[in-house]
């Protein structure tokens, strides 16, 4: 648990407190853009955009918490959501081109030997067939281990709500689950899951929070 103090130094733009930030919180919240995504990728830039994004707006960020966890994961909700819209745009647009020839994708043979990747994919697929709020109130409570209290900070309402959410979710999100893996995976739905760059590799993304 951060002390109050560690508040402070994030909103005077202390670099350390950022980088401690970072090797405190940047696996929880590649973790919940991997697995919303699939694509680990995208995942990347979304921590990099969130941390990026968090230094911009270091100054919100109060005492309310003694860990400033929920106010991160509050901006990393957003960032995925605003890149989700993105990415949505650009495939509408690459739809409308000519089709190429299809290119063998290697990954497809790793990934269809791992039956929890599979099962993984399986539940994003569910998970995209829920009601938004429904969606992250899971994720965050369940795929990135947030406490309801937190989880209602991120999202803005009430603990209650949250509980509820998810105890409705768990239950759909189970059922959809098993329908995703009795049905043929959709074309090019494997692909996004074997690539990616190393998350270390946007480490260096932390010089230009200096």
Request: proline fraction near 6%.
């Amino acid at each position: 648990m951060e002390s109050p103090s560690t508040h402070a130094r994030l909103r005077a733009g202390d670099p350390e407190a950022f980088r401690e930030l970072f090797a405190a919180h940047a696996q929880l919240v590649y973790g919940y853009a991997a697995r919303a995504t699939g694509d680990l990728a995208l995942a990347e830039d979304v921590v990099s955009l969130t941390f990026l994004e968090a230094w911009r707006l270091r100054e919100r960020l109060n005492d309310a918490w003694d860990s400033p966890r929920p106010w991160l994961m509050g901006i990393a909700v957003n960032v995925l959501r605003n890149t989700s819209r993105a990415r949505r745009r650009y495939a509408r647009a690459m739809a409308r081109l000519p089709p190429r020839p299809p290119v063998p994708d290697l990954a497809d043979e790793v990934v269809d030997r791992a039956a929890d990747a599979e099962r993984l994919a399986a539940a994003r697929r569910a998970l995209g067939r829920l009601r938004p709020a429904h969606r992250e109130v899971f994720m965050l409570c369940v795929w990135s281990g947030l406490g309801y209290a937190e989880a209602a900070a991120v999202l803005g309402v009430r603990v209650g709500t949250v509980r509820s959410r998810l105890s409705r979710t768990r239950d759909r999100l189970r059922t959809l689950t098993e329908e995703e893996l009795a049905r043929p995976e959709p074309p090019g739905g494997r692909g996004q899951v074997g690539g990616g760059r190393r998350l270390s590799a946007i480490r260096s993304n932390q010089e230009g929070l200096r």
